[in-house]
């Protein structure tokens, strides 16, 4: 059973900086690509800002290349997004799973919110 686990998240001004991270219960991102998703409201659906295959190849949503920065360290099965120069419109939860998600990796998230 995969767990994942968002943490790191909070309220920050706008052009403030933060880093999320996400705790797999285990080596699982040899197996699979992973990616941040977040959700700006409860009726939204999520959308995925970056992703890191197994090989470390990197990608983001294009407007967010830039600012947003995705990570790993596989030894501490841990995958982490730098977020610099937020703004408002990225305010939401955070949310890391697979790529393609699957159902049963979703955890809490961790939310954000920008704003002065």
């Known amino acids: 059973q995969v767990q994942l686990v968002e943490s790191g998240g909070g309220l920050v001004q706008p052009g403030g900086s933060l880093r999320l991270s996400c705790v797999a219960s285990?080596?699982?991102?040899?197996?699979?690509?992973m990616g941040w998703f977040r959700q700006a409201a409860a009726e939204s659906e999520r959308e995925m800002v970056a992703?890191?295959?197994?090989?470390?190849?990197?990608d983001y949503l294009g407007s967010l290349k830039g600012r947003f920065t995705i990570s790993r360290n596989t030894a501490k099965n841990t995958m982490y997004l730098q977020l610099t120069n937020l703004k408002p419109e990225d305010t939401a939860v955070y949310y890391c799973?697979?790529?393609?998600?699957?159902?049963?990796?979703w955890g809490q998230g961790t939310p954000v919110t920008v704003s002065s």
């Open positions: 992703s890191i295959t197994r090989d470390g190849t990197t």
């Open positions: 285990g080596d699982i991102f040899s197996l699979y690509t």
């Open positions: 799973n697979a790529v393609p998600p699957r159902d049963s990796f």
